[in-house]
């Protein structure tokens, strides 16, 4: 295929625009081209009165060659079409996936092409279940500790923006988009600079995978909570988990280690039988609510409501002269923010979004970052410590029943508690009590947050809006460990066993685990 670059494009566009444009660009007729497509497209806002797409197109010809000799090459090149393919390959035992997020999601995909048949252990349930117990927790406050927003089918990226960071696309990341799509996703994932699925679209595409694995040889158990890796003579011989009360053991001779960020009780008996782990520094913060008008008329200004660009995001990052970074974190347009906790009596937070983007309020982290110096020790699972000591303090600011604490941003910054509401209303279920966030959040984190939303304000005009909700606490943003590995991404000490992902302090996004899983597989598999 021909790739054309640089081309520009208004927002307005067709398929006959587009078609007509790579002709004038290749010098040719339009039905001399045989097929087109977009390979990339990204919302250029450097001039906000005139927003257009940058775009990428792939275009065929017959006898292509022949057609570049005759011309100008600038923004004009062939390109051989990448794909990704897995031999079958016998391993000695089935090899064991801990965890059903991204990265064990395509740890199991690769691994069961190749004809291993692996068996995927996932202490929640399947993502219909899990929907009902985390509806459920929302509307009551009857939390299930096993199956939540952080535990069950697809990980804690099921709930949540389905933002998929693409970055360069190499031919594992191709290949995750190609079976995200399969699986019922968004053909456009393949082509915008930032996609995104939607919690919505996501619970349908986990379960396809799932099934897809199925049909392959490979076994999900549900409900399964792996307790610890076993291991011999530093080499792994199998793995022991309980389900419906009962303890199972699997003998094997490979074990992934996709956990997610927030098995904190399996981190425990890792540490404990002599894992060797590492603190990891993360951040901690709040979620902050705007209106989504509001955030599409400061991004795109009388473009806001053009339906070619759908819900406005945005992205910042401040360095402060106390040495701490503030920045925005997994930012969800029209989405809500969520109750995500995954242990009794305490708060933390996630923020959403359906695929259409279409809720009333826009939402993000607002994180500030820690590390060891801010740690009660130098334990590896210091981390965790510290996340659990600001989750229970948010639990009591908001007055129990997982009841969230929030303050309008006006008064965050005066430092006084909120008493009304102005005309954002919060969306987080299943109920809020007005609390200020120096209640819950360290005294250095409040108050770097109110030195970086004053700079926010600054390279965003209108950021700083009075009546904006802040909602807390946010600390799950990353794993607060990480799970030591060599360069063959084995566990360091153990042979055959693979920490992966996000838990395991190797990746950060739905992309980057998957990517992370298909990393791991390689290596089980010698590829």
Known sequence: MIILSDIKMQLNYDYAVLINTAAIRLQISTDDIIALEIIKRETNTKNIEDIYFDMVLAVTVADED???ETRTRKHI??????TYTVASNKLPSRPVIVGFGAAGIFAALILAEAGTRPIVLERGQNVDNRRERVQRFWNTGELDIQTNVQFGEGGAGTFSDGKLKTGQKDARKLKILDEFVRAGAPDEIKYLTKPHIGTDRL???????REKIISLG????????ANNVLYKDSKITGVRYDKDGSEFEIETDNVVLAIGHSARDTFNNLFDSGIKMEQKPFAVGVRIEHPQELINRIKYGRFASHPALGAADYRMVVHLKNSRGVYTFCM????????????ENAITTNGMSEFMRDGRNANTALLVTVDKKDFANDSPL?????????EAAAFIAGGGGYKAPVQRLEDFLAKRQSASFGDVLPTYKPGIVFAEVDSYL??????SLRRAITEMSDWMPGFYYPDAILTGAETRSTSPVKIIRGENLEAYGINGLYPCGEGAGYAGGIISAAVDGILCAERILNI
């Open 77 to 82: 090149y062939k390109q051989e079409e990448s």
């Open 332 to 343: 969800c347009p029209g989405g809500a923010v969520a109750a995500a906790a995954s242990e």
């Open 203 to 209: 619970r349908v595409v986990v379960k396809n995978l």
């Open 66 to 68: 022949k057609l570049l």
């Open 382 to 390: 210091a981390g965790i410590d510290y996340q659990r000591k600001i």
């Open 442 to 447: 360290p005294d250095y984190v409040a108050d």
């Open 218 to 225: 490979g076994e999900i158990v549900f409900g399964a909570k």
